[in-house]
């Protein structure tokens, strides 16, 4: 299973981004897709997740700005980032919850990380 996270950049302040993470590969089936970020000296921290329902959850700190959504006929999940922040600079990282076929287990799975640079 692979994640191709793409989308980033550079953006000035009050400005929008959309990401998008491809899942390909070996997947039965996919259960929360979500997005986290990671700047250096900081642990990960998730942005957002939604699980196979389309339930969501956000941080508190991109609420009202950020909206995450999945096409499951794409296998993609999407991140919209509006009003953005120069502390929204990370990179940020996709992740799923993967169901392979055969055995029927659940892995998790991370993409490669995009930059997103908040800047004037």
């Known amino acids: 299973v692979q994640l191709q996270a793409s989308g980033g950049g550079l953006v000035q302040p009050g400005g929008s981004l959309r990401l998008s993470c491809a899942v390909s590969?070996?997947?039965?089936?996919?259960?929360?897709m979500g997005w986290y970020r990671q700047t250096t000296g900081k642990q990960r921290e998730l942005v957002a997740e939604i699980t196979s329902g389309g339930n969501t959850n956000y941080a508190d700190s991109v609420k009202d700005r950020f909206t995450i959504s999945r096409d499951n006929a794409k296998n993609t999940v999407y991140l919209q980032m509006t009003s953005l922040k120069p502390e929204d600079t990370a990179v940020y990282y996709c992740?799923?919850?993967?169901?392979?076929?055969?055995?029927?287990?659940?892995?998790?799975?991370w993409g490669q990380g995009t930059q997103v640079t908040v800047s004037s």
């Open positions: 590969g070996s997947i039965f089936s996919i259960n929360a």
């Open positions: 992740k799923t919850r993967t169901v392979v076929p055969i055995t029927l287990y659940e892995y998790v799975y």
